[in-house]
């Protein structure tokens, strides 16, 4: 069987182009299997998943939760909020304590950057990145590319403008990697201030004109303004963003092109994107939730592939 060339899904960093292109024939199966009236295989009766969310998240979790239950997998959930963490507990111990109850597999979202690649090479289980800090997302970005693959044939050739809050996104970088490797053309917009002074040297374009970027591209993913990371104002308030890079239904309805609108969620709506975009035709969101599932099956599936079993 073909197999990924990773032990575990920390970055995308990692992934060569073949590993992205095994998971997404992996998970054009599994979007299958859940569209079925019985959305479950066996597959992972046999395996045992740790969720570990030290930050917020709706989307992600559920998603997690759901794939790995619809590979029949056993499955532990954990949340900072309400664990020993808060009594001083190490990540490595917390973890740990949790793997001694045989667990094969740990989902984890952490605010710190590099802490999914720190849990690797510590801990005797598999380990998938849901979100490090500012650092990368990798399961949000594959299924952001799957779905514009699903849309569009193929990844290859197309442009895609990734607007908003790149320098807080872990979003921003797991896309702009998973695209590049696809031969897609990646734009990074948004205001001077939240883009990363060297961006361009990962090759993507940069822009700081939102109607300039709608016009060159065929997908625009709106990001969310991560206030929560901002120590400092980057710009003067949010109706003033929102002004400058909120997408509204008008400016969409003038391109010359008939754009796809994809957003990871949460939405703010009215800031980075109108509620009449947000549920348009053109707008993707909810289907890239349903790619999830898929996207993080596939993911999981092939990293249980890789554990010795009795
Ligand atoms: N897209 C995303 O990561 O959403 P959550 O923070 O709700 O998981």
Redesign the pocket.
Known sequence: MDNLSVEHLTSIKDLTRQDIELIFKTADSFKEVINRPIKKVPSLRDITIANLFFE??????LSFEMAEKRLSADVVNFSAASSSVKKGETLIDTVNNILSMKVDMVVM?HPNPGAAKFLSERVDAKVVNA?DGTHE?PT?GLLDAFTIREKFGTVEGKKVVIVGDILHSR?ALSNIYCLQKLGAEVMVCGPTTLIPKYIHELGVKVEHNLRTALEWCDVANMLRIQLERQDIKYFPSLREYSMQFGLTKEILDSLPNKIMVMH???INRGVEITSDVADSSQSVILQQVENGVAVRMAVIYLLASKIERA
């Open positions: 917020n998240s709706t989307r992600t979790r979202r979100g997302h949000q979003v990871p969620g949460p």
